[in-house]
């Protein structure tokens, strides 16, 4: 049995339900779970790994709860710069047409490392595109190597432009062949054990590139092993009108005709709804992935956060794809989020800890997790620390763990996995970023050539 000890954080933020944060706090671990929290006086002396936080704001590692990890190759592609969601998505399908094996895999460790090293320390990635041989069986590699704690989404698009729907033919999969290839992925892969590194999600890609037949089919799959559902859903004014005009219904009734509500199940973005959606989403449990820059970015609107919150729907944060961020920062997601939750008149529609709630309470909520999100006994160890004698932070430290979310937001300097060190003194341990990044870019140039 492997142990460590963390102790002396100028503040602990437990982020449990009664929102203790501990001066002169600590937390000891046996075999990658919490064992005890508290001031570091009443803690255990001695470990296998000692980790002294003098000066640090220590916390629950922040779970992104939506990416496009592929994305991180398309970023800032001048003919999609200025564009609404539909005409970016068709001016980027035919360079995400050209993704190899090798993209997949390389781009998810870039965006991958960004997210570890913003705070990141569970993600949900949405992988809808498949060519050339693509698998989910790639960025799931990635997530192993690096050591991130991870949620593959095995997306689909079968609703070509042939037939009505958005993407190009030369894109999507044969319905078939997504059941199956989604019963492999959650045989091989998903771990239903708590404190898991690794579960599956069925994630057919949104309304306007999947069939009902599709959400139907996909629906029952997942509930028969035991696994949760993810789609886009309500993120434009141009996808509601197309549910209206294709199917008569807005998007997220269009959801609950298909059994696309419940406990089991989250969106993304979640931008247009009305009051009696908010009402029917807080009353099944189902989640909503709220993505602040990449809705601001595409000039997509803004989500009502605040009613969901008022309503008790459960929330969480996602940075979305890197071509529509165009990064992988979480912790900068969060101050996103609360101050577009302000920009329409209201200073208090949403705190800084309660940016940070639904950056590790809300996207553990949101992924159906019981197991991390807070500093607390029997809890995964996963934490994140932050250096307070930065420039960044001079003279914020009145209130040390707002200024996480009001100042600009940096990097971790220290960031601990199920008990593992993966981020010290703000470095990366599990990968070699110089290499990663020459040949992501390489890959880059290549697909954006056309080659």
């Not at 009664?18 to 002396?45: C, K, S």
């Not at 068709?90 to 965006?111: F, N, Q």
Request: hydrophobic letters at 40%.
């Amino acid at each position: 049995m492997s142990t460590l000890l963390l102790q002396h954080a100028d503040i602990l933020v437990t982020m449990d339900d009664t929102g203790q944060e501990i001066p002169d706090g600590g937390l000891f671990v046996r075999d990658g779970v919490i064992q005890q929290v508290g001031p570091t006086a009443e803690l255990p002396t001695t470990a296998d790994h000692i980790i002294n936080a003098r000066g640090m704001v220590v916390l629950p590692g922040l779970v992104n709860t939506h990416h496009h990890l592929y994305q991180t190759l398309t970023r800032a592609v001048p003919a999609a710069q200025d564009a609404t969601l539909f005409e970016w998505l068709k001016t980027l399908y035919p360079i995400w047409a050209r993704l190899t094996p090798e993209a997949v895999y390389i781009s998810a460790l870039v965006g991958l490392a960004e997210l570890m090293l913003s705070g990141c320390t569970t993600a949900s990635d949405h992988l809808y595109i498949y060519p050339n041989g693509c698998r989910i069986d790639d960025e799931i590699r990635a997530a192993q190597e690096i050591g991130i704690r991870f949620h593959a989404s095995r997306g689909a698009m079968s609703l070509g432009e042939s037939k009505g729907g958005l993407p190009p033919d030369s894109v999507v999969e044969d319905e078939d062949f997504i059941l199956k290839d989604m019963q492999r992925a959650v045989e091989t892969y998903h771990d239903p054990n708590r404190h898991a590194m690794l579960r599956i999600v069925l994630a057919p890609c949104s309304p306007f590139s999947v069939t009902p037949d599709l959400m139907r089919e996909a629906a029952a799959l997942a509930r028969a092993y035991g696994v949760h559902l993810h789609t886009h859903l309500a993120e434009t004014l141009d996808e509601e009108q197309f549910c209206l005009e294709r199917f008569g219904r807005r998007p997220v009734s269009y959801a609950e005709d298909l059994s696309w509500v419940g406990d089991d199940v989250w969106y993304a973005h979640g931008v247009h709804v009305n009051g009696e959606e908010i009402g029917l989403l807080a009353r099944t449990g189902t989640g909503v992935c709220h993505c602040p820059s990449s809705n601001m970015r595409l000039a997509s609107g803004i989500a009502p956060v605040r009613a969901y919150l008022d309503a008790g729907v459960k929330v969480g944060l996602g940075v979305d794809g890197s071509a529509s961020n165009d990064s992988s920062h979480l912790l900068a997601e969060a101050r996103m989020a609360m101050l577009l939750q302000r920009v329409t008149g209201n200073p208090r529609g949403l705190t800084a800890r309660e940016a940070l709630w639904l950056a590790t309470r809300g996207g553990a909520a949101v992924l159906g997790r019981d197991d991390i999100g807070q500093l607390a006994s029997g809890f995964a160890a996963d934490f994140i620390g932050f250096h307070l004698d930065r420039l960044d932070y001079a003279g914020a430290l009145h209130d040390p763990v707002a200024a996480l979310v009001f100042c600009t937001p940096q990097r971790v300097d220290l960031s601990v996995i199920h008990g593992r060190v993966v981020v010290e003194e703000g470095q990366l341990l599990t990968v070699d970023l110089g290499p990663i990044v020459e040949r992501h870019n390489a890959i880059a140039r290549r697909m954006m050539r056309g080659e």
